[in-house]
C-alpha cells in the first residue's frame, strides 16, 4: 500500500512534465527517520530543541527546505543520496581493435531513494572496422538444390562484400532438412538412403542439423567444404529452421563464435517447424535449450520437439546473435511475421536460385546496423527503468519509454537518457544489465536503496531524555516504567502504558488522541495553537463562515459553534430576525407557511416565494369537491377540505378542474391563507365521439348505397343498349330459299348380286 501511494504521489507531481531532479514531490510526513527518508523529498531533524511543546515527532520529518526555514541546523539534516552516482568503470568510447568500447560508462553503482527518480546518461557509438562472425546457415531439402550450387562458389564474394565494411572477417556453414522420423523424414530403407524424389539425382540422407564447417577466415576453406555437400529431401513442406537455429546459437564453442558481432544467415524456400509439431512424430519432450550435437557435429532431432518461437528469440539475445532471413518471396510474409518476434532481425527477398544472396547479407546487415534498441535485462521487480533519446534525423522522445530506440544511425555517437525509480526498498543490493540488442558489451549496474538513517552512535542515559532513556535521530527510547517523547512520564502501575495514556487522551474510542489538534503527554493533551479543551476538541477560530464572515459578524465563536446575537439564528448567525421577505398582501407567507431567516418556508402543497402557489389544486381539492357531490354534509366535509370557505354557484359553469365529467371546480387562496373553493355543474354536452362516429358510419353506408344503385343503373342501359343492337341486326338480314347450284344431293346406290342370279334364272326359266 506504501508502495502505491509513493508511486500515486509521484505521478501526480510528475504529471505534465519530465520528473528530472529537483523536481521532487511533496513530503509525505512519519514519525520516525527511516521510514521518513523512504518518502520521496523528505528530510529528517535530530535537533533536541527543535520541536515546541504539543508538537508530535512527525514535526521532524519535512522538506529541507522547511526544515531550515523552522531553525533546523544545516549538520542536523539528514537527507541522504546527495551523490548517488559512483563510475566503478568509466572507459571512453574506443574504435581500437584491441580495446573496443562501443558503449559508456560500463560498471557504475548507483544509490536511490524510494520514490525519487534519478537520471543518467548511456553513450553509444559503434565502432568501425568492428569484426564480424558470419554464419551460413542452409536449407538443404531437394527444392534447393540450384541454391546449393550458387553456395558453391559464393564464399570468396560473401567475405569480400563484408571486408568493405571491416577488415576481420570469418565465416561458417552449416545445413538443415527435418528430424529423421515420420511423418517428415521417410522410414522405407531405399528412400531413408537416397530421398531423391527421382533416381537420377543423388542426395545425403536427411537430418536435423549439421555443422559443417566451424567458423574460419579462409574462403578458399569454405568452398571446399560447402562444395562437399550434397543436397537431401523429405517428406513434409515445413523444415527444422528453428531447430538448426537453436543449435547454432546454443553451440558456441563447436560453432566457435567469437566475442565480435555475430551473424546468422538463415536461408529456406519454405516455412518451418513450431513447437508442438514434434508430437506428430511421437516427441513431446520440450526442447531443452542445450547443445545436443554430436561427435560428427551433427543433431538428429529425435529426442526433444522443436523449440518455440519465444526461445529461439531468447536465445538469440542471450548470445548477442543478430539474424538474416534470406528467403524466396512466396514464404516472404510468413518469415516477416517471424520477424517481429525476434529483436535484431531482418528479412530480405532471395532469387530463387540465391544469385542475389551477398547483396542481401550486405543490405540487411546494413539494415540491423543500423537500428539501435537499448533495453535492460535482470532489473528487481522493485525497479523501474525507464529511457528517453534523441537520435540524429529522428524527433526527440515525447516521453519516457521501456526501451531506447534509435533508427537511421551509422557510425556517429548516441546519448541515451537512462531513469531509475525504486517503489519499494531493497533488501539488499540489486545488480542487473543494460545492453545494446546485437551487441556483447553491456553497462552493468549494481543498485542500493537508502532506507536507513545514519545518526551517529546512541546517547544513552540522555539529559534530554529526563536522563531515562536513549537519544537516538533526536528520538527517545524510554527505559522500561518510563513513557512519553522525553521519558518524563513514569509509570505507577503495570497497567500505565502508551496505550492507556493515549486512551485517557481520547473522548471516545472512536477518536483521535487530543482531536487530532495537539500531543498526548503522561495522559494529558498539550494543545496546539489557540486549541483548547480536556481534549484540544474546541477551537474558538473554526466555527462556520457566513459570507466569508467567521459568525455572520453576528455572534461569538466558542468550541467551534456560533453564539448567535441580536436574536440572529443559524449554525453561522446567517438567519436574520426581520421577515420583510415573507409578507406579502396575504399576510406572512401567506397564511400557509412559517417565516425561518426571514424566508418562507411553505406547507405541503404550496410553493412560492410567499407560499401563494398551489401545488396541484385540483389534485388537492378533489376528496372535497367529491364529498359535497356525493353526500352534501358540511360538517363532515370540512377536514376532507382543509377548512376551505366552498361555494357551490347556481347553474351551469365551466370552470378550472373537473371532476367526473359532471362538476368543474376552481381553487384560490384568500387572505391569511384561507382556501376558497368553488363548484358548479359542468354544462350539459353531446358525445361528440359517439355524434362524429355515428355520421361517419351513416355517411359509409349512405354513400355505398348511392354506389351500388348508380351502378346497377349503369348496368341496366348497357343491356338495353346491347338488345337494341341485336334487334336492329337481325331486321337488316334477309333469307331466299332458292336452290343452290352448288348443291347436290346425295346418291346411294345398293346392289344386291343375289337379285342378279335370280334375274338370270328367271330368264332361262322363259326360255326353256
Known sequence: MKAVLIAATVLFHCLGQRCILGQEPLCQSHSSCSECIRS???????????????????????????????????????????????????????????????????????????????????????????????????????????????????????????????????????????????????????????????????????????????????????EREVSKQKISGNLDAPEAGLDAIMQAAVC????????????????????????????????????????????????????????????????????????????????????????????????????????????????????????????????????????????????????????????GIKHEKIAFKVRLNASECLKEPQTFRIKMQGINEEVKITVHTECHCDCGASEKAATYCSGKGTLSCGLCSCDDRFLGQQCQCAQQSDKDSIASMLASCRLDNSSRVCSGHGTCVCGKCECRGKLKGKFCECDDNNCERHNSILCNGKGECQCGKCNCTENYTGSACECSPSQDNCTNDKGLCSGQGKCTCNHCQCNEGFTGNHCSEFINACTKMKDCVACHVQTPDIEGCAVRCFNAKVIRLEGYHELHCTYADTTSYDVKLGFNGTIELQYADLPRSVDKTTLIIGISVSSIIFIGIIIIIIYRCLLELYDIREYQNFVRAQKMTEWKEVQNPLFKGAT?????????????EKEHSELD
Open 748 to 760: 346411294t346406290t345398293v346392289y344386291n348380286p343375289l337379285h342378279d342370279i335370280e334375274d338370270k
Open 40 to 222: 520521496p523529498s523528505c528530510a529528517w531533524c535530530t535537533q533536541t530543541d527543535f520541536l515546541k511543546p504539543g508538537e508530535s515527532n512527525e514535526r521532524r520529518c519535512d522538506s529541507v527546505e522547511s526544515l531550515k526555514n523552522r531553525k533546523c541546523k544545516a549538520d542536523h539534516v539528514i537527507n541522504p543520496v546527495k551523490h548517488p552516482l559512483t563510475n566503478v568503470k568509466n572507459s571512453d568510447l574506443s574504435d581500437d581493435v584491441h580495446n573496443v568500447v562501443q558503449l559508456k560508462p560500463q560498471n557504475v553503482n548507483i544509490t536511490l531513494r524510494v520514490g525519487v527518480p534519478f537520471e543518467f546518461t548511456v553513450e553509444f557509438k559503434r565502432a568501425q572496422g568492428y569484426p564480424i562472425d558470419l554464419y551460413y546457415l542452409m536449407d538443404l531439402s531437394y527444392s534447393m538444390k540450384d541454391d546449393l550450387e550458387q553456395i558453391k562458389t559464393l564464399g570468396q564474394k560473401i567475405l569480400k562484400k563484408l571486408k568493405d565494411i571491416t577488415q576481420t572477417v570469418r565465416i561458417g556453414f552449416g545445413s538443415f532438412v527435418d528430424k529423421e522420423m515420420l511423418p517428415y523424414v521417410s522410414q522405407v530403407k531405399a528412400r531413408r538412403q537416397n530421398p531423391c524424389p527421382n533416381r537420377i539425382d543423388t542426395c545425403q540422407p536427411a537430418f536435423s542439423f549439421k555443422n559443417v564447417l566451424p567458423l574460419t577466415d579462409d574462403a578458399s576453406e569454405f
Open 252 to 407: 558456441k564453442d563447436k560453432i566457435k563464435w567469437g566475442n565480435v558481432t555475430r551473424i546468422l544467415v538463415y536461408t529456406s524456400d519454405d516455412t518451418f517447424h513450431m513447437a508442438g509439431d514434434g508430437r506428430l512424430g511421437g516427441v513431446f519432450q520440450p526442447h531443452n535449450g542445450q547443445c545436443l550435437l554430436n561427435v560428427n557435429g551433427s543433431y538428429n532431432g529425435k529426442a526433444y520437439d522443436y523449440p518455440s518461437v519465444g526461445h529461439v528469440s531468447r536465445v538469440l539475445q542471450d548470445n548477442n546473435i543478430q539474424l538474416i532471413f534470406a528467403v524466396t518471396e512466396d514464404i516472404y510474409p510468413a518469415y516477416k511475421a517471424l520477424s517481429a518476434l525476434i529483436p535484431q532481425s531482418v528479412v530480405g527477398v532471395l532469387k530463387n536460385d540465391s544469385s542475389n544472396v551477398v547483396d542481401l547479407i550486405s543490405e540487411a546487415y546494413g539494415n540491423l546496423s543500423s537500428t539501435l534498441v537499448l533495453e535492460q535485462e535482470g532489473a528487481p521487480k522493485e525497479l523501474d527503468v525507464s529511457y528517453w533519446s534523441t537520435c540524429k534525423g529522428n524527433k526527440a522522445d515525447i516521453e519516457w519509454k521501456e526501451k531506447g530506440e534509435c533508427q
